[in-house]
């Protein structure tokens, strides 16, 4: 019996559903017969687009299209695609309609927000004007921006804003472009103009901020991002720190910048200019070892940076790293500023490293910049003294020298090498002053003790400088100059003790220096000065072959000299002369040479001499007080090559680097995207029956609806 009911359920279904099914098939006809479908939905997809509904509303566009395709609805489609994000096919689209308003500059901003700026500025700049040129000048400008086109960008922000001065987003934009220029006072000038605009309230502090920083005006532009970075907005957060760091930097509060820069490489850990920065500051606190890490990280990224290659050089020269160096200063010429006084520290390292290669000249320009750049730190002038040392000009060096010494007056290695000039030229009393003051000022120099033990022999207390070499030696500073230095001091005391003919303690003297000679070759053959003292002791002590083969393992003019004073000893005036000949061809101005000459004269060649007031003159060079002629044996004087280092200086670096400022993101690209309407044709209305013919509308009854419709639940059966 129930399957009998069955087909008459079936039955009841298809009469109750078929009326919906009739009435959507008769909504499907409808629309398909309207000739407004397609500007209707053209219409209804721009409402959606309006509500940020885009993907909607490409839909409905695209269904619009297959209908009946048009140029309008093309460009919509492409204009709706740009705001999805979808720029080459937006640009696609318009390139099948160029002749449509707005197609051109639409498909230069797309190419432009697609990452091709090349081939969308070609377009924009081709764009004819007309409607929408203040927004095509805008475009180019921000084009020109990304680009780094700054003189352009600043052209086209100018066109912007002359078409439409009210707009401040173009003033902005004119902005940015000077401050790429580095016209930072104009460009301020542009962003106070608009910094009361709400629209731009976030994006102009930072920008007002880099402005300051290029007119050095620190305080203010730190104020600046700092209200930024109190704000709630986090837009431009990364900027305003790096910002910050640059602010603290130029008010040379390292310590804080370093933390700001940290910052600002944790948001972007591939900011070069962040890291570069970073490297700066740690640069400026004298931690070498952290800035390099940065620095080299910064220049793989970036190789060609000469901001990183100035930062490197700078290092470098402080490490020692000579060469390393120079390759770094050689890749950053465009940033040595001769007018930048915070620049005085890079030309001063520059310098000092040219002096490293005896580039003389070269080193002395850098350095002469350094002085006049910063006229308060003695290390440029301490650098000049040293290049003028190297070129032999006794004069400058201690100019430059007494220069750096006023500045720093108790640099104790200034004083030394002071004292050690001194030496050089002879003048003892000058020497032993400053090596006394250099060692009131560090006990524990080397150096000056050296020099001191070298003065106190020159002025006769023979005792008191064994005394202050032995007890350099003895506390472990086997170094060879001091051994050298010993043992002209124990040669001497040999001729004082035969002066007072203490024969026996002559000869350990002798013995003692010989042995302090031999130390010194052992320690440091290089130097070869106890060559010509050792050839000295042998001449005293009558060992004529022994004393002529030392002299010549060192033959410069000091041998040569004392060679001529040994044949003139041993009665051989024609040798004597020929030796002294050459000496004084080589430094005419010796006056040890001339009276030795003299001597020669006097005693082998006296009818000559009356002939030669040139020679005669020279009777009277050498003062009667001098050590070597006090105790000369036989009444020539012998050179002893005295032995001392000059000291390496070491100031502590006042390192500043140049400032990078942040150069803006632009603004967004400004597309002509007016979507554009289209006009709906109202149907025209149907002719009305007549009258007599209109059939009474009469409301059909309604359906008598089954008890079964509409219910899931089986029918009982009775």
């Given at each position: 019996?129930?399957?009998?009911?069955?087909?008459?359920?079936?039955?009841?279904?298809?009469?109750?559903?078929?009326?919906?099914?009739?009435?959507?098939?008769?909504?499907?006809?409808?629309?398909?017969?309207?000739?407004?479908?397609?500007?209707?939905?053209?219409?209804?997809?721009?409402?959606?687009?309006?509500?940020?509904?885009?993907?909607?509303?490409?839909?409905?566009?695209?269904?619009?299209?297959?209908?009946?395709?048009?140029?309008?609805?093309?460009?919509?489609?492409?204009?709706?695609?740009?705001?999805?994000?979808?720029?080459?096919?937006?640009?696609?689209?318009?390139?099948?309609?160029?002749?449509?308003?707005?197609?051109?500059?639409?498909?230069?901003?797309?190419?432009?927000?697609?990452?091709?700026?090349?081939?969308?500025?070609?377009?924009?700049?081709?764009?004819?004007?007309?409607?929408?040129?203040?927004?095509?000048?805008?475009?180019?400008?921000?084009?020109?921006?990304?680009?780094?086109?700054?003189?352009?960008?600043?052209r086209a922000a100018s066109d912007a804003v002359r078409m439409r001065p009210g707009e401040p987003v173009y003033r902005m934009v004119k902005g940015d472009a000077l401050l790429g220029l580095g016209k930072f006072r104009e460009a301020l000038n542009a962003y106070e103009s608009v910094e009361k605009v709400p629209e731009l309230a976030m994006m102009l502090p930072v920008r007002l901020g880099n402005a300051l920083l290029g007119l050095k005006e620190y305080e203010d532009a730190a104020e600046k991002f700092t209200n930024y970075l109190l704000t709630n907005d986090r837009t431009y957060q990364a900027p305003a720190r790096f910002g910050l760091?640059?602010?603290?930097?130029?008010?040379?509060?390292?310590?804080?910048?370093?933390?700001?820069?940290?910052?600002?490489?944790?948001?972007?850990?591939?900011?070069?200019?962040?890291?570069?920065?970073?490297?700066?500051?740690?640069?400026?606190?004298?931690?070498?070892?952290?800035?390099?890490?940065?620095?080299?990280?910064?220049?793989?990224?970036?190789?060609?940076?000469?901001?990183?290659?100035?930062?490197?050089?700078?290092?470098?020269?402080?490490?020692?790293?000579?060469?390393?160096?120079?390759?770094?200063?050689?890749?950053?010429?465009?940033?040595?500023?001769?007018?930048?006084?915070?620049?005085?520290?890079?030309?001063?390292?520059?310098?000092?490293?040219?002096?490293?290669?005896?580039?003389?000249?070269?080193?002395?320009?850098?350095?002469?910049?350094?002085?006049?750049?910063?006229?308060?730190?003695?290390?440029?002038?301490?650098?000049?003294?040293?290049?003028?040392?190297?070129?032999?000009?006794?004069?400058?060096?201690?100019?430059?020298?007494?220069?750096?010494?006023?500045?720093?007056?108790?640099?104790?290695?200034?004083?030394?090498?002071?004292?050690?000039?001194?030496?050089?030229?002879?003048?003892?009393?000058?020497?032993?002053?400053?090596?006394?003051?250099?060692?009131?000022?560090?006990?524990?120099?080397?150096?000056?003790?050296?020099?001191?033990?070298?003065?106190?022999?020159?002025?006769?207390?023979?005792?008191?400088?064994?005394?202050?070499?032995?007890?350099?030696?003895?506390?472990?500073?086997?170094?060879?100059?001091?051994?050298?230095?010993?043992?002209?001091?124990?040669?001497?005391?040999?001729?004082?003790?035969?002066?007072?003919?203490?024969?026996?303690?002559?000869?350990?003297?002798?013995?003692?220096?010989?042995?302090?000679?031999?130390?010194?070759?052992?320690?440091?053959?290089?130097?070869?000065?106890?060559?010509?003292?050792?050839?000295?002791?042998?001449?005293?002590?009558?060992?004529?072959?022994?004393?002529?083969?030392?002299?010549?393992?060192?033959?410069?003019?000091?041998?040569?000299?004392?060679?001529?004073?040994?044949?003139?000893?041993?009665?051989?005036?024609?040798?004597?002369?020929?030796?002294?000949?050459?000496?004084?061809?080589?430094?005419?101005?010796?006056?040890?040479?001339?009276?030795?000459?003299?001597?020669?004269?006097?005693?082998?060649?006296?009818?000559?001499?009356?002939?030669?007031?040139?020679?005669?003159?020279?009777?009277?060079?050498?003062?009667?007080?001098?050590?070597?002629?006090?105790?000369?044996?036989?009444?020539?004087?012998?050179?002893?090559?005295?032995?001392?280092?000059?000291?390496?200086?070491?100031?502590?670096?006042?390192?500043?680097?140049?400032?990078?400022?942040?150069?803006?993101?632009?603004?967004?690209?400004?597309?002509?995207?007016?979507?554009?309407?289209?006009?709906?044709?109202?149907?025209?209305?149907?002719?009305?029956?007549?009258?007599?013919?209109?059939?009474?509308?009469?409301?059909?009854?309604?359906?008598?609806?089954?008890?079964?419709?509409?219910?899931?639940?089986?029918?009982?059966?009775?």
């Amino acid at each position: 019996m129930p399957r009998l009911l069955f087909p008459v359920i079936l039955l009841l279904c298809f009469v109750v559903f078929q009326p919906i099914t009739g009435y959507a098939s008769g909504l499907t006809s409808d629309l398909k017969s309207d000739n407004d479908s397609v500007p209707r939905l053209n219409n209804t997809a721009i409402k959606l687009a309006r509500n940020k509904n885009y993907s909607g509303a490409l839909q409905l566009l695209q269904r619009a299209s297959a209908d009946r395709p048009s140029d309008t609805l093309l460009y919509n489609q492409a204009i709706i695609l740009s705001r999805l994000k979808r720029y080459e096919e937006a640009s696609s689209l318009l390139q099948q309609i160029p002749n449509f308003a707005h197609a051109q500059a639409n498909q230069g901003v797309f190419f432009c927000m697609s990452g091709d700026v090349k081939v969308g500025l070609a377009l924009l700049e081709n764009t004819p004007g007309g409607k929408g040129a203040d927004k095509v000048a805008f475009n180019r400008a921000v084009a020109h921006l990304h680009a780094g086109q700054f003189e352009e960008a600043s052209r086209a922000a100018s066109d912007a804003v002359r078409m439409r001065p009210g707009e401040p987003v173009y003033r902005m934009v004119k902005g940015d472009a000077l401050l790429g220029l580095g016209k930072f006072r104009e460009a301020l000038n542009a962003y106070e103009s608009v910094e009361k605009v709400p629209e731009l309230a976030m994006m102009l502090p930072v920008r007002l901020g880099n402005a300051l920083l290029g007119l050095k005006e620190y305080e203010d532009a730190a104020e600046k991002f700092t209200n930024y970075l109190l704000t709630n907005d986090r837009t431009y957060q990364a900027p305003a720190r790096f910002g910050l760091a640059n602010a603290f930097y130029g008010q040379k509060e390292f310590a804080k910048a370093v933390g700001e820069y940290r910052r600002a490489v944790q948001f972007r850990p591939q900011w070069v200019e962040a890291r570069t920065g970073l490297g700066n500051a740690l640069c400026s606190i004298r931690d070498y070892r952290s800035a390099r890490i940065e620095f080299e990280a910064a220049l793989a990224l970036s190789p060609e940076n000469q901001h990183i290659h100035l930062g490197l050089g700078v290092i470098s020269h402080r490490q020692g790293l000579h060469e390393q160096a120079m390759e770094h200063f050689m890749q950053a010429p465009d940033l040595f500023d001769q007018k930048d006084k915070n620049l005085a520290d890079c030309f001063l390292s520059r310098g000092l490293t040219h002096l490293e290669f005896n580039r003389l000249d070269t080193a002395l320009v850098d350095l002469n910049v350094a002085m006049r750049l910063n006229k308060e730190h003695p290390a440029a002038y301490a650098g000049a003294s040293e290049v003028y040392r190297k070129k032999d000009s006794f004069r400058y060096t201690l100019a430059y020298l007494e220069k750096a010494i006023r500045l720093s007056p108790q640099n104790d290695k200034m004083l030394t090498n002071k004292g050690n000039m001194h030496l050089k030229s002879g003048n003892m009393e000058e020497a032993y002053d400053n090596f006394s003051w250099a060692l009131h000022h560090n006990r524990q120099n080397l150096n000056a003790l050296n020099g001191l033990s070298i003065s106190l022999l020159e002025k006769d207390r023979i005792e008191q400088a064994e005394a202050v070499l032995d007890s350099v030696i003895n506390r472990g500073h086997h170094k060879a100059f001091l051994f050298n230095n010993r043992g002209i001091v124990r040669s001497y005391l040999a001729l004082k003790k035969e002066k007072e003919r203490d024969f026996h303690n002559a000869k350990q003297y002798y013995y003692r220096s010989v042995r302090d000679y031999e130390r010194s070759r052992d320690l440091d053959s290089t130097h070869k000065t106890y060559f010509n003292n050792l050839g000295n002791v042998y001449k005293n002590t009558e060992e004529y072959d022994k004393a002529v083969q030392s002299y010549l393992g060192h033959l410069d003019k000091s041998a040569i000299n004392n060679l001529g004073v040994l044949y003139a000893r041993n009665k051989r005036g024609e040798y004597g002369l020929h030796y002294l000949n050459i000496a004084l061809n080589i430094d005419s101005a010796s006056m040890v040479y001339q009276f030795n000459r003299y001597k020669v004269y006097k005693e082998y060649f006296k009818d000559s001499l009356a002939r030669r007031p040139d020679i005669l003159q020279a009777q009277n060079l050498m003062p009667t007080n001098s050590i070597s002629s006090k105790y000369s044996k036989d009444g020539y004087i012998n050179i002893y090559l005295y032995d001392y280092e000059f000291e390496r200086y070491e100031f502590p670096g006042d390192h500043y680097f140049p400032i990078q400022t942040d150069a803006p993101t632009p603004p967004d690209y400004r597309p002509l995207d007016d979507l554009v309407m289209m006009e709906i044709i109202a149907k025209p209305s149907k002719v009305e029956t007549p009258q007599k013919n209109r059939v009474a509308n009469k409301r059909m009854p309604k359906p008598r609806r089954s008890r079964l419709a509409g219910s899931t639940k089986c029918p009982k059966i009775i």
